[in-house]
């Protein structure tokens, strides 16, 4: 029988002829697909300004890039999260501190947001665990209290709401990954999208390089008189001459290919009925789970919608015979392409080793992490595909 991955993507033809469009057109990298695609994403999260980068890692990079974020700064995010979530900050000589998850909801506490603030905290980094929105009323008040910037990190929950509002709308920037298991795929890519004109043009820059022409030097002049690096290149003779550009940061090559932006735009058409259909197999299973004595099925909050990245059962190991490993393998053996979504990410070497962070500091994300187990879940899954997934986790789960 077939495997049936975790997550996969969705691609059909008029994807495949979008990009081909591309390929014979002049322009393969920098492009019109990449603003087509930064204001289709606008216009879907109901941001103001987009920047499209190469992986959504890349994207939380700019986004602390943008917040000015350097050594001696802590940031504060989840442990239940992709790795990236707080590598994004160490990139820049920051800290990362972790606030425990929630029981239910499995996304950051809020309550215990404010004994982990110090003096040098500049920002929350809320990750949709799942694609359900964190409690971003609460941190957000929590962050104005004491000055902090809030990050969301939506790479599980593009296409989700909060309170009637889109994911994208909740905080400072909002950044997306387009990797082939999220929600809509640019082969490898990201965004942040953003109400901060400033945050923008600083994210756009760090993506190429830290490189500015002069048309944007100019512009960049009238509005920031306190720039020294403007100053300092205004004294350059060179700067009157037509070829001239300047670096005035040191950024990266983060830019994003026209060819995945037209794959990014053609694929975010059909982001709703993706939803929709993940949202049905998510019903099956909870039907199918929901009274098992030896499952936890997932809570959502009422007054949210998820977008259904993950569909993550958590065992209840203290009343079965099995282990999450042998459930696991089990499965694995049947093909069913079960997963652990996370490890928590201060329990890995590096953040040990750096932090000295260690088992027993955050209690609810350590025995979440026990006893979770990722099914799979994408929308090309059919109605059979999750009956077996069903049948195969009923058989087993003992
Ligand atoms: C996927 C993911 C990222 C990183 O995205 P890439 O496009 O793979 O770099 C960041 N945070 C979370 C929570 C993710 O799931």
Redesign the pocket.
């Known amino acids: 029988m077939k495997y049936i991955p975790y997550g996969r993507q969705t691609i059909d033809q008029n994807d495949i002829d979008a990009v081909t469009e591309v390929l014979k057109s002049d322009w393969v990298t920098q492009g019109p697909s990449i603003q087509r695609f930064e204001t289709a994403l606008c216009d879907y999260s109901g941001a103001k300004y987009a920047v499209a980068v190469s992986?959504?890692?890349?994207?939380?990079h700019c986004s602390m890039y943008a917040l000015g974020i350097g050594a001696g700064d802590e940031i504060i995010t989840s442990p239940i999260?992709?790795a990236?979530?707080g590598n994004c900050v160490l990139y820049l000589g920051g800290t990362v501190r972790f606030v425990d998850i929630k029981p239910d909801t499995y996304c950051i506490d809020y309550r215990k947001l404010e004994e982990a603030i110090t003096p040098r905290t500049k920002a929350i980094i809320a990750?949709d665990?799942t694609g359900q929105p964190c409690d971003m009323d609460e941190i957000n008040a929590i962050a104005q209290k004491h000055k902090l910037a809030v990050v969301d990190?939506a790479?599980?929950s593009l296409g989700a709401t909060y309170k009637d509002n889109p994911v994208g709308a909740l905080a400072a920037m909002t950044?997306f990954?387009?990797?082939p298991?999220?929600h809509i795929t640019t082969g490898?890519?990201?965004m942040i999208v953003t109400n901060n004109k400033m945050f923008a043009e600083k994210m756009r820059t760090f993506r190429t390089h830290g490189i500015i022409n002069n048309d944007d030097r100019l512009i960049l002049k009238e509005q920031a008189a306190d720039n020294e690096n403007l100053e300092l290149s205004d004294k350059n003779p060179d700067t009157r001459s037509p070829w001239y550009y300047e670096m005035q940061d040191l950024g990266y090559n983060y830019r994003i290919s026209d060819i995945q932006c037209a794959l990014g735009l053609n694929q975010l058409k059909k982001l709703d009925s993706f939803i929709t259909r993940r949202l049905e197999i998510v019903q099956r299973y909870n039907e199918a789970f929901e009274k098992s004595p030896y499952l936890v099925t997932p809570h959502q909050e009422s007054d949210r919608s998820s977008a259904w990245?993950l569909y993550v059962l958590r065992l209840r190991l203290d009343k079965m015979k099995k282990s999450r490993r042998e459930v696991f393998e089990e499965l694995r053996a049947l093909n069913i392409g079960v997963h652990v979504h996370y490890i928590p990410l201060h329990l890995q070497p590096y953040y040990r080793t750096t932090f000295g962070y260690k088992r027993g500091d955050f209690p609810e994300a350590e025995s979440f992490y026990d006893s979770a187990l990722t099914i799979p879940l994408f929308p090309t899954m059919t109605n059979d595909d999750c009956e077996r997934v069903i049948n195969s986790v009923t058989k087993v789960i003992r």
């Open positions: 992986s959504g890692t890349a994207a939380l999260t992709f990236a979530s990750v665990f990190d790479a599980h950044i990954s387009f990797h298991v999220k490898e890519g990201g990245h």
